[in-house]
């Protein structure tokens, strides 16, 4: 194989056996990687069981562009089901471990079972589970910090959120980048899976090395030149904020603020104070404002921060927030008294000590906050309603998606075709994409009618 590994690297938690699949060459073409090939992989392997159960398997996958020299292809994706509707939960991240992954020799890692003890799988020159009980109840920063202080691995993992199951738990990986939606914190907490580690450093096979390398050159070319990223920041909510608009920059390619082998950056917060520890996403910034008093921008990134640190899906909890009504009074949204950033970490803490008291009063809070009525474009690929035709994933969408490709290039399919020929030796097409496209969401619907019925 070229361009992937034909390596799937399963690992169970319960028994503590790991071992590697190999799959046949068109499944490979057919599924794309990504959240095509984490489809696969769970239909392929999936019991219907409930979302927490330990046989409910994860799936984080890379694409077969991740790792090679070709621009904005450094995300991975995770599949699992969710504990917020049962239904199937993709997401990607972004950061620098899905490259690692790919480096490592493997196109997607599986994980079953639960383990006895909280652990971290390690994936190096050895794979082995490792029991770390020391790290149960750490926040997500402390965790990487230590894990990546040990042998400079990349790290993704969870925080109380995840170790607590609550259902709008991230994964969060390199200094704050988030699989957010979905809950899919939560199945990797059920799985007493604290963090996987990854350290890689193997160079992708070619097909066709001069001819790749000429495509992705090209390809450089365009996006550095490219406006749309900048005209994205114009238009997005965020920007559209007096607060945040003197403290929005773009690109962003400094320290680890972008994804691996990323040439645009993308629309997030520069020049802040905390901005080496992760600055807020548009979409964050637009749902933590109405919780400031409208002046203090940093207050949004130290929540963020927060947040991330916890492990919580920022969306998703300021929405739950909302519905709390955090120090709002009748009159608008001003602080119920004291001091608005205690106000807002102490509510947040209130919840972790409830839940962690075995209270789950906050249940049907989260759900609440996060119903398609309540969520409409947030929810993403968790809503059910994309299994019966109402969904808006394009073609284009889950082409973007199963290659990990970034979406904010929006490159062009033959642009993505001709790449793929190159790296694979097999021969893509646009046409063949859209088939692809096409056979993705035909499997996630179907999946998500076998699992309404169970
Ligand atoms: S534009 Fe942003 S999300 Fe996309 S690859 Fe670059 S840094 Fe990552």
């Not at 995770?78 to 504990?83: A, D, G, K, L």
Request: charge should be neutral.
């Amino acid at each position: 194989m070229e361009g992937n590994w034909n390596r799937v690297l399963f690992a169970n938690l319960s028994s503590g056996e790991i071992w590697v699949d190999h799959y046949e060459p068109d499944v490979w073409k057919e599924n794309l990687g990504g959240v095509g090939l984490g489809l696969f992989i769970f239909e392929k392997i999936a019991k219907y069981v409930a979302p927490l159960s330990p046989d409910n398997p994860l799936v984080f996958t890379v694409g077969p562009l991740t790792g090679t020299v070709f621009p904005n292809t450094g995300r991975y994706s995770v599949v699992s089901r969710s504990p917020l509707n049962g239904a199937i939960a993709e997401g990607n991240g972004g950061g620098f471990i899905g490259n690692e992954i790919k480096r490592a020799g493997f196109d997607a890692i599986v994980i079953l079972g639960a383990a006895g003890a909280p652990s971290i799988l390690r994936i190096g020159n050895k794979i082995r589970i490792e029991e770390r009980p020391e790290l149960w109840g750490k926040n997500y920063f402390h965790t990487e910090a230590k894990l990546r202080s040990e042998d400079g691995s990349r790290v993704a993992g969870i925080g109380r959120a995840g170790e607590n199951c609550i259902s709008i738990a991230a994964i969060i990986n390199d200094g704050g980048r988030a699989v957010a939606r979905g809950g899919l914190g939560a199945v990797m907490g059920s799985k007493k899976l604290k963090a996987i580690t990854v350290r890689g450093g193997k160079e992708i096979p070619l097909n066709d090395q001069r001819s790749f390398f000429q495509v992705s050159r090209r390809t450089c070319d365009q996006l550095v030149g490219l406006t749309q990223v900048n005209s994205d920041k114009n238009s997005s909510t965020a920007y559209a904020s007096p607060v945040a608009r003197p403290s929005y920059s773009l690109p962003r390619k400094d320290n680890d603020a972008h994804c691996a082998n990323c040439v645009t950056g993308c629309p997030r917060a520069g020049g802040l104070k905390w901005d080496y520890l992760g600055s807020p996403e548009p979409q964050t910034i637009a749902s933590l404002l109405p919780f400031t008093d409208g002046r203090d921008f940093e207050q949004i990134a130290r929540w963020n921060y927060y947040l991330n640190d916890a492990g919580l899906d920022t969306l998703s909890m300021s929405k739950v927030l909302s519905i709390l009504k955090l120090g709002i009074h009748e009159d608008g949204l001003t602080p119920s008294g004291g001091n608005r950033e205690d106000h807002f970490v102490h509510k947040v803490e209130d919840i972790f000590r409830n839940v962690e008291n075995g209270d789950a009063s906050i249940m049907p809070f989260v759900l609440e906050a996060t119903t398609p009525e309540n969520f409409p474009d947030l929810l993403g690929k968790t809503n059910k309603k994309q299994s019966t035709g109402t969904n808006k994933i394009t073609s284009m969408d889950e082409i973007y998606n199963s290659l990990i490709v970034c979406k904010f290039a929006k490159l062009g399919i033959d642009t993505l075709s001709e790449a793929l020929r190159f790296s694979t030796g097999l021969d893509y097409s646009s046409d063949s994409l859209l088939a692809s496209a096409s056979l993705i969401a035909k499997r996630r619907e179907s999946l998500n009618k076998k699992m309404d019925e169970f």
